[in-house]
């Protein structure tokens, strides 16, 4: 998961990290925080990782774009908005929006590791936007606003601390979270759980395949299940 905000709020789902940059809130999932620093670590040339990633040359300059001024280690993940089928814009929020599903659907530090046919099939549409948007809502629904938190936890429960030499403040909410389990596992939040199986992506099929083209822009149930096969 990988949420955008002008505004602060404080997820009431665990294993959830905020960083703070470009007057932004970045409400990130911590297995897709661990493996972006992963991958900033072993990858310190745009270059080399975007050659692995593979996808569409239209978002060249916007990759460079988001990774200059995306906070780190979110930043190594702009190579991946090369597999989006058209071109985005140079906007941090839709930026982060095309990640979030991107994230849900694959794992970012292992796909690289996929042979080269596998990953020259795996596309996403320009429909993820929809996806995102929606995912978006659930996320700020079941979040508390910032000035919110006394009701819940007191003042004293948030502490935040500084990633070691990164340019980015971290807030972790988890050890409160866990006080107050009855809340964070309410219907509204097991709903955020879902965006893990969000739809908006296509495969990129050769000429000579035989299937129909698809009526809609949202994929089916039959290409989710056969990108997730292939990344097994």
Not at 29 to 58: C, F, K, N, P
Request: proline share 4%; aromatic share 10%; glycine share 4%.
């Amino acid at each position: 998961m990988l949420v955008v905000s002008k505004e602060r709020y404080l997820p009431l789902s665990i294993n959830m990290l905020v960083l703070y940059a470009q007057e932004r809130y970045f409400y990130i999932h911590r297995d897709v925080y661990d493996q972006a620093l992963i991958l900033s670590e072993r990858y310190t040339d745009l270059t080399e990782l975007g050659t692995l990633v593979g996808g569409y040359d239209m978002n060249h300059d916007t990759v460079q774009w988001f990774y200059e001024h995306a906070p780190k280690p979110i930043h190594i993940l702009a190579p991946y908005l090369t597999l989006i089928d058209g071109e985005i814009d140079k906007d941090l929020e839709l930026c982060c929006g095309v990640l979030h599903v991107i994230t849900s659907l694959i794992q970012v530090r292992h796909f690289i590791e996929k042979p080269l046919e596998v990953r020259r099939r795996v596309t996403f549409s320009l429909s993820i936007r929809e996806e995102y948007e929606m995912a978006w809502d659930r996320f700020f629904m079941t979040a508390l606003p910032y000035y919110q938190r006394n009701a819940y936890y007191g003042s004293s429960n948030n502490v935040g601390r500084d990633v070691s030499n990164e340019s980015a403040t971290v807030i972790s909410t988890e050890e409160a979270i866990q006080q107050h389990a009855d809340v964070s596992t309410s219907p509204a939040t097991a709903n955020l759980e879902s965006t893990s199986r969000l739809e908006g992506f296509s495969l990129k099929r050769d000429e000579a395949a035989s299937e129909p083209a698809p009526t809609s822009l949202v994929s089916s149930e039959a290409e989710r299940k056969t990108t997730k096969s292939l990344l097994l």
